[in-house]
């Protein structure tokens, strides 16, 4: 078995389909080794050596001999050799999984460093300094990443030194003082580890390479894993490459680009770089970089390479690029090369940019977007028009707005979101470490650190709100508050972040949702033209309907009536009529209710003129209409003892009766749906001639009027019978009195397992199928909507559950039914209609089930609507 493939010198082995084996950066290193492109050479240890380490606690056999064969052939095609006082090779070990993630050992630099090699390295680059710098460098990375020793050992040293000697960079301490801080650092590596600072070349490479095995189960990892469901089983490569320098000088640099800007999209070479720098100084946020644009001004030459170099890469790659390179004296090399992390509006842009760029093609375009990157894009924004004091700008790292309460600890952070509070996490730069934390804020601000630093990168990776080097504001930690234009913030105190604009502001700002942008539009239509599946939305208001009309919904799946019945002066007379003990007093109530539905629906139909509207007819049990049984007796009691009047007590009293009789023990399997319709059909009889008289008025005034009566919590086909008649009676009676005819249809709600298993019995009445998965959830599993709160995310965290069934839909269970439900319905209907209108009609994977499922439409709220758009296209993809 072959555990080690080298890269570069034209000896390559592996190549940019082995992602699974050498990771991403080993084949992607491989592959820019095979385009003839300058990588340093080097080799890839597998992540199959890795998996097998971990089971076996041990190094795979023949792993070390093929080390060392591959060691002989960089040493050859580098012409150094590993400990070679004279002209020794040093080499980085970088950790590369399948997946990249953050939270695992990155990388040591500098390795193969001894107190012998350093006086080598110091000769043969003719510069003492340099060499002693890197040791140092080495010293410390190594302590940190493989040890785990605290990086503030060192750093504290440095900075006692840079006081001594009154100087404020690193740059600017002399080669001595680089020599005195080699022998302190190895002096607090024995006083940490109890050995001396490894001399021989192969143990460091060894512990290296262990660290790397051993970091893919770190917490930070694990944790980046459960967060993101990457699978515990990949395992991560290791690379061996050797060293260039990109800190020797002035002629000398690092940097990370992107082919696009990976905020916006914006086709513009974007990235920083330092010169005199090593790679982690960039990454870290330490020093802050400059913009790219200068490396054109300092070295035309190295620019031109670079800009072609990563031209060529993107359109090899048909994506865009994220590349780190390194320029040593004059000569540029390419370290590594990756699809880029993005925001979502800028995946929309590249996404559109490239079709139009000939690069993909439009199917691919919509491959590209991740539904859920469509809610980042429709992410709120600070109202424009609000007055807020501003206290301080950084970059504009991730877009959108957060307004919460300040925090200065991840942990902080975790906690505070449990308890529901929304937060702003605020720190002076954050690390792996801190990824609980940003994941619970709503948005991330930090002091220091460029637009490729680590809060920058994983902030947009979450799609959180983030402004990076907002280096006017200093935080105390101790105290618990940070400083800007003279103002104190403490922790716990309100601030909002403009991630899109770098902007910080005290107090709560107004969020807005910002204009749905031309891309999205163009991505959206190229989903239309590949979907079959309709979309439709979940409304009740006149508003919604025409706020999901723009987000492209072509009809409505679902319009619930009861939330119409909540109105300030509408709530009086419902509870009149369900006070009402005769029916004559019900129909009082109900002919005063009667217009304000109609007014209701006319608005509901011209918003959406020529596209069909579902109408569920009343389905909630009646008693949450009425006040709440407690707060009744309450209010009596307080009457009485303040001597109310006895009309008003009577009249609490009379309520209270009611809340009383009405009470159930199981409301959700109680009193409600059709069978409400039933018992009362005077209540649907009013709903359907407010449905149908406003239906006559549009369609004689032109409005393409298609209504589709609905009736809930049907289990039997006789109730669907009954309740039928009244429709149709109702219908026909206020037809005749206008003299209209509307072409509607009425059809039932499939929620509850037995209409399922007799879909067939049910559809001869029904003209539409609507499968209602929240109550078929429930019922299914026999899960309270409305208490499973209390148990699910302990099932979830055990396992029992993947996810929560109410969001993402059960296929197996309440998916079978619809399948059962789909196939019997249409086996007595054959062109039966039918759609999914619970929570799963905007959830991507129930989409994609609801399309193969064969179900005609899924329904959802307005928000939802371009996800499910993009969804059911990738779902025929
Ligand atoms: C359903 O049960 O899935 C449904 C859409 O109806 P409701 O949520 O109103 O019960
Ligand atoms: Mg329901």
Redo the contacts with the bound molecule.
């Keep these: 078995k072959k555990f080690v493939y080298f890269f570069g010198d034209n000896q390559t082995e592996g190549s940019n389909k082995m992602k699974h084996l050498l990771g991403g950066k080993g084949a992607n290193l491989a592959e820019m080794a095979n385009l003839g492109v300058p990588v340093p050479p080097g080799f890839t240890i597998s992540t199959e050596a890795c998996v097998l380490y971990m089971k076996n606690n041990d190094y795979p056999e023949g792993m070390w001999d093929e080390i060392d064969k591959n060691i002989d052939k960089l040493e050859k095609s580098t012409g150094k050799k590993f400990g070679d006082p004279e002209n020794p090779l040093l080499s980085s070990v970088r950790s590369g999984a399948p997946i990249s993630m953050p939270g695992m050992m990155d990388t040591v630099l500098n390795l193969g460093l001894n107190d012998e090699t350093v006086r080598g390295l110091a000769k043969r680059t003719d510069n003492e300094w340099f060499a002693y710098d890197s040791y140092r460098r080495f010293i410390m990375m190594f302590s940190d990443v493989v040890l785990g020793i605290d990086t503030n050992e060192f750093e504290n040293l440095i900075q006692q030194k840079k006081d001594e000697l009154g100087v404020t960079e690193d740059t600017e301490l002399d080669t001595n003082t680089m020599k005195d801080l080699v022998e302190e650092f190895k002096s607090v590596y024995k006083e940490k580890t109890g050995s001396d600072f490894p001399q021989e070349i192969k143990q460091q490479l060894k512990m290296a390479i262990n660290a790397v095995f051993n970091s893919w189960n770190n917490e930070r990892a694990k944790k980046y894993r459960q967060l993101n469901d990457i699978s515990d089983e990949l395992g991560t490569a290791v690379n061996v490459q050797a060293m260039v320098f990109g800190n020797m000088g002035e002629t000398s640099g690092t940097g990370v680009a992107f082919t696009r800007n990976p905020a916006t999209g914006e086709k513009e070479f974007y990235g920083e770089y330092l010169t005199n720098a090593q790679g982690e100084d960039v990454v870290a946020g330490i020093r802050t970089p400059k913009s790219i644009q200068a490396l054109k001004e300092n070295m035309p030459d190295v620019y031109k390479q670079l800009d072609d170099i990563t031209q060529k890469l993107e359109q090899h790659y048909k994506d865009m690029q994220d590349i780190e390179f390194t320029i040593e004296k004059g000569k540029l090399y390419m370290l590594q090369t990756r699809n880029a992390k993005r925001t979502a509006a800028a995946a929309l842009k590249v996404a559109v940019d490239m079709v139009y760029e000939n690069l993909i093609n439009k199917k691919e375009a919509v491959m590209r977007l991740k539904p859920s990157q469509i809610d980042q894009v429709l992410h709120p924004m600070i109202d424009p028009d609000s007055e807020l004091e501003l206290l301080s700008s950084g970059l504009a790292a991730s877009p959108g707005a957060a307004v919460g309460k300040v925090v200065f600890s991840a942990e902080h952070a975790e906690e505070m979101a449990q308890n529901n509070e929304d937060v702003i996490l605020v720190r002076t730069e954050t690390s792996p470490e801190d990824i609980g934390g940003m994941h619970a804020a709503k948005g991330v601000l930090t002091v220091r650190g460029g637009m490729t630093s680590h809060a920058a990168v994983v902030a947009r990776g979450m799609g959180k709100p983030c402004v990076c080097g907002c280096d006017g504001i200093s935080i105390d930690m101790n105290k618990g508050v940070f400083t800007a234009k003279g103002y104190s913030i403490n922790e716990g105190e309100c601030i909002s972040i403009d991630g899109s604009e770098g902007k910080i502001y005290m107090g709560e700002a107004e969020l807005k949702m910002p204009n749905v942008s031309g891309e999205l539009e163009t991505m959206l239509q190229w989903a239309d033209e590949i979907r079959s599946l309709n979309v439709r939305t979940n409304a009740d208001t006149p508003e919604d309907a025409k706020l999901a009309r723009d987000f492209g919904a072509e009809g409505i799946g679902l319009c619930r009536t009861e939330h119409m019945f909540f109105g300030e002066e509408r709530i009086p007379v419902v509870r009149e009529m369900i006070m009402a003990d005769n029916k004559e007093d019900r129909e009082k109530a109900l002919q005063k209710l009667q217009p304000m539905q109609k007014d209701d629906f006319l608005d509901i139909f011209r918003a959406m003129d020529g596209y069909p509207i579902t109408i569920r007819l009343l ?1 909630p049990p009646l008693h949450e209409f009425l006040p709440n049984y407690e707060d009744l007796i309450e209010k009596i009691k307080k009457l009485e003892s303040e001597g109310g009047k006895q009309e008003e007590i009577k009249r609490v009293n009379d309520l209270l009766r009611n809340v009383d009789t009405l009470k159930e023990t199981n409301p959700m399997l109680g009193h409600r749906g059709c069978r409400l319709g039933i018992t009362y059909p005077e209540i649907y009889e009013m709903q359907i001639k407010a449905i149908i008289e406003a239906a006559c008025e549009l369609s004689s005034e032109g409005t393409n009027v298609i209504p589709e009566i609905m009736i ?2 049907v289990s039997n086909e006789k109730e669907l019978d009954f309740v039928k008649k009244t429709v149709t009676d109702t219908a026909e009676s206020v037809m005749n009195e206008k003299g209209t005819n509307i072409d509607y249809l009425c059809g039932t ?1 499939i ?1 509850l397992p037995r209409a399922a298993l007799t879909a067939d019995k049910i559809a001869k009445g029904a003209e539409f199928f609507s499968f ?1 998965t ?2 078929l959830t429930q019922t299914t599993f026999g899960y309270s909507r409305d208490d499973a709160g209390k148990f699910l995310p302990l099932y979830i965290d055990k396992g029992i559950l993947e996810s929560d069934p109410f969001a993402v839909l059960d296929q197996e269970g309440v998916g079978e039914l619809m399948k059962i439900g789909i196939d019997k319905g249409r086996s007595s209907r054959p062109d039966i209609k039918m759609g999914i209108c ?1 929570e799963h009609g905007g959830d991507p994977e129930s989409i994609s089930f609801s399309y193969e499922a064969g179900l005609n439409y899924v329904s959802c709220s307005p928000y939802r609507v371009p996800i499910a758009r993009l969804a059911s296209a990738q779902a025929v993809l």
């Design positions: 389905d809930p919590l709600m929620e209602g929240n109550d619970g």
